[in-house]
């Protein structure tokens, strides 16, 4: 058998405890404390992402079965889990992979790129005042996601595990987000 990568013994560890291999970036990052950290950012990674997932689904089931009358559901958990998503980590990754992507379709010429509104939209559903309102965004925001390939989600999940290139890629990407372009340009403070 060979591998395209060298094995080391977090792999090993992966396969005997059934979890999901982390991306080659994290893989070669070795055995030691900086192997072990890196992984720890991808497992959060994972699991934020999935828990995003999750929340999205609970939102576009409570919004359909909304549509069906009775009593409104309860959507304080869900807005409680998009607003905690916001603020991690794996939300900066997020961002620093859309700023690189709308880079990408500046380039190739493309007026818009879906990507480009998923904060926004996730920013929306804290405001949305009905559980079907919310499941129109969850449904949009939740169809993004069909299209990320493995390598899409290496590439996010590195931005945490090299921060000097997330950082970078985050406010290069700032240039191509129109919406942020614009609040940074109009309120940030600039030095005389």
């Given at each position: 058998m060979s591998c395209s990568y060298p094995i080391v013994r977090d792999d090993f560890e992966d396969v005997l405890t059934f979890r999901t291999p982390r991306p080659r970036s994290v893989r070669n990052g070795g055995g030691g404390s900086d192997g072990r950290r890196s992984?720890?950012?991808?497992?959060?990674?994972?699991?934020?992402?999935?828990?995003?997932?999750?929340?999205?689904?609970?939102?576009?089931?409570?919004?359909?079965?909304?549509?069906?009358?009775?009593?409104?559901?309860?959507?304080?958990?869900?807005?409680?889990?998009?607003?905690?998503?916001?603020?991690?980590?794996?939300?900066?990754?997020?961002?620093?992979?859309?700023?690189?992507?709308?880079?990408?379709?500046?380039?190739?010429?493309?007026?818009?790129?879906?990507?480009?509104?998923?904060?926004?939209?996730?920013?929306?559903?804290?405001?949305?005042?009905t559980p079907l309102e919310m499941g129109r965004i969850a449904a949009s925001l939740e169809l993004l996601f069909e299209d990320l390939s493995e390598e899409d989600l290496e590439k996010i999940a590195s931005y945490l595990t090299n921060l000097p290139t997330g950082i970078k890629r985050l406010f290069e990407g700032r240039q191509y987000d129109p919406i942020v372009k614009a609040f940074v340009d109009l309120y940030a403070r600039k030095s005389p």
């Open positions: 992984g720890q950012a991808y497992e959060r990674f994972k699991a934020d992402t999935a828990r995003l997932l999750a929340t999205l689904r609970a939102i576009i089931h409570k919004a359909a079965l909304s549509t069906q009358g009775g009593d409104p559901f309860d959507i304080t958990t869900e807005r409680k889990d998009v607003n905690e998503f916001l603020s991690t980590t794996t939300a900066f990754a997020f961002h620093a992979w859309v700023g690189a992507k709308s880079k990408r379709a500046f380039e190739f010429g493309q007026q818009s790129e879906a990507w480009r509104v998923f904060f926004l939209q996730l920013v929306d559903l804290r405001r949305a005042s």
